[in-house]
Structure formats: C-alpha cells, structure tokens
C-alpha cells in the first residue's frame, strides 16, 4: 500500500497485508484508490478540501486526498489497530500538522465544532448498513458542508438520499463506489416543493 500520486507520492504506508477480519481491516487496493482518485480530480473536489474520512481503518484515503492539494483531513475510526495504523500512516507522511485522529464510533460523532467539511469518505465495514446511519450522524452533527463530496464504498451500489444529488457510481471487483453531492439547504428546499 503506497500514495500515489502528488505531495507523498511514493511513500509506502504501514500494512495490514490481506486486512484484518477481526478489526473490519478491508484497505482500499492501490489500484482502486488511483482509479477512484482519478474520478475525483476531475470534479475539482480535492483542491483545498476539508476531509472527513469516516471508519479511516488505515487512513489511506484520507492521507491520498491530502497529498493530491487537500487542506486539511480528520479521520474517525474507534478501532485500536485501526488508530495504530492511522497515526503510523500520519508519522510516514510527516502530516501531523495536517491531521486529525477522532478515534470514536463514526455512529456517536458529537456536534462538529469547526467548519464542515468538503470533501467525505465513508468507507464502513460491507453489508451492515453502517454507512446511512453515519452519513446521517455527521449530517445531524454538521459535519458535512453544503455541496460537499460523498465518497461512498460498500460491496454493493448505495442509493442516493434525499438531499443528495449522484455524481457517479463505480464497480471494481466486489467493491462499488458511489460518489454523491449534497445539495446546498436551499436546493434540498426547492426539490421538496
């Protein structure tokens, strides 16, 4: 597992090999993440971006986003191997000055008390129906901008919310990726009309 491209470019983070079942340890391939990355710099969404990297599990994501002209990334994991990994991964990439670790359940986020943010990867254990109820908790929480970017893998298509408009939705191998806008508060108005 590597950055790919821009400001780490190169740099090999801290492996879990296969994953680990017992901590829901399931990192993004290097060929999926460069291909999703590929996706997401033509929507213009990462320069200058705040990240959320919600269920983090080793920060690759989140750590990719940053070295590609994000501003800033926090990552949310309540694993202990997961945070392990996570502050390595920072310490590799010398972006503590850049990074967040929050580790709690992305299900009890509390009320953010910052700016929200731009850019979110929701990346939470496959099959369990953890990605609406943490996508609902950060809403609630104000943790996601208006207009922002949602990042959605999961092992199978995810529909789109009320509130979000599709951008696209990707198959590789048995991981499918739907990225989706949050419709700024007065556009989710006029569509409720």
């Given amino acids: 597992m590597r950055i790919i491209a821009g400001e780490f470019r190169g740099r090999t983070l801290t492996s879990v090999g296969k994953g680990d079942a017992g901590a829901h340890l399931r990192p993004t391939t290097d060929r999926v993440r460069e291909s999703l990355f590929n996706v997401l710099h033509h929507t213009g969404a990462l320069r200058d971006a705040r990240i959320l990297d919600l269920f983090a599990g080793t920060g690759a994501l989140g750590l990719e986003a940053l070295s590609r002209g994000g501003q800033q990334v926090t990552f949310v994991d309540d694993g202990r191997v997961s945070t392990g990994l996570i502050r390595k991964n920072i310490e590799l990439c010398r972006a503590a000055d850049r990074c967040t670790l929050v580790r709690r359940d992305a299900l009890k986020l509390p009320v953010n008390a910052d700016a929200a943010y731009d850019l979110v990867f929701l990346d ?67 569509s409720d009309q």
């Fill in 124 to 190: 939470p254990p496959y099959g369990k129906n953890l990605g609406q109820k943490a996508l609902q908790v950060a809403l609630d929480g104000g943790w996601i901008a208006d207009d922002a970017l949602i990042v959605w893998e999961e092992n199978t298509p995810m529909p789109v919310p009320a509130g979000f408009e599709l951008e696209s939705s990707r198959k590789y191998g048995d991981t499918h990726i739907t990225l989706m806008w949050r419709l700024a508060n007065d556009a989710t108005a006029a």
